[in-house]
Nanobody
Framework: QVQLVESGGGLVQAGGSLRLSCAAS????????MGWFRQAPGKDREFVAF????????DYADSVKGRFTISRDTAKNTVTLQMNSLKPEDTAVYYC???????????????????WGQGTQVTVSS
């Protein structure tokens, strides 16, 4: 059974940094695309970043480019989202997701991902 478990959320001041981790288990992810999405209160879930497990190609939402970095550790089966220069508008619940062999533009669409973590809260104070 596939499990994605996020950790690393919390409260940080604007301009600060947080590092989110997603521990993946239950299958081989070599053909999967791993994504980070976020959902703020009253808003739709939105794409943040993705990384293809094989090859490591990445892409980001325009709103986080230059501030966030996604990476994966194939030995530990973890995906990390390093978030720098955080802004109050980054406040949301952040979700890790896994989808089979996704490429743009499908990799930016939440409904294309089959597996989801429970989410971790990120709050950025001004």
């Amino acid at each position: 059974q596939v499990q994605l478990v996020e950790s690393g959320g919390g409260l940080v001041q604007a301009g600060g940094s947080l590092r989110l981790s997603c521990a993946a288990s239950g299958r081989t992810f070599s053909t999967y695309t791993m994504g980070w999405f976020r959902q703020a209160p009253g808003k739709d879930r939105e794409f943040v970043a993705f990384i293809r497990w094989s090859g490591g190609s990445t892409d980001y939402a325009d709103s986080v480019k230059g501030r966030f970095t996604i990476s994966r550790d194939t030995a530990k089966n973890t995906v990390t989202l390093q978030m720098n220069s955080l802004k109050p508008e980054d406040t949301a619940v952040y979700y890790c997701a896994a989808g089979f062999s996704l490429s743009p533009p499908q990799a930016m669409r939440a409904q294309r991902y089959a597996y989801w973590g429970q989410g971790t809260q990120v709050t950025v104070s001004s």
